[in-house]
C-alpha cells in the first residue's frame, strides 16, 4: 500500500478519537452538572406499589 494513504487514514484515526474524547468529556461534565437527586419517598412508594399487583 502507499504510505500516503496509511499516513491519511491514521490521520483520520486519531482526528476521530479526539473528537470522540473531546464529547466524552463535555457529555460527563453535563451528566454530572445536570444531575438530579432520587427523591427517597418515591422510592419507598414504588416499593410498597410493586408488591400490591
Same mark, same amino acid.
Given at each position: 500500500?502507499?504510505?500516503?494513504?496509511?499516513?491519511? %487514514?491514521? @490521520? =483520520?484515526?486519531?482526528?476521530? @478519537?479526539?473528537? @470522540?474524547?473531546?464529547? =466524552?468529556? @463535555?457529555?460527563?461534565? %453535563?451528566?454530572?452538572?445536570? %444531575?438530579?437527586?432520587?427523591?427517597?419517598?418515591?422510592?419507598?412508594?414504588?416499593?410498597?406499589?410493586? =408488591? %400490591?399487583?
Amino acid at each position: 500500500m502507499d504510505p500516503i494513504l496509511i499516513k491519511m %487514514a491514521l @490521520g =483520520g484515526l486519531a482526528v476521530l @478519537g479526539c473528537i @470522540g474524547l473531546f464529547f =466524552g468529556i @463535555g457529555l460527563a461534565l %453535563a451528566a454530572h452538572k445536570f %444531575a438530579v437527586e432520587a427523591n427517597p419517598k418515591v422510592e419507598e412508594v414504588l416499593e410498597i406499589l410493586s =408488591g %400490591a399487583q
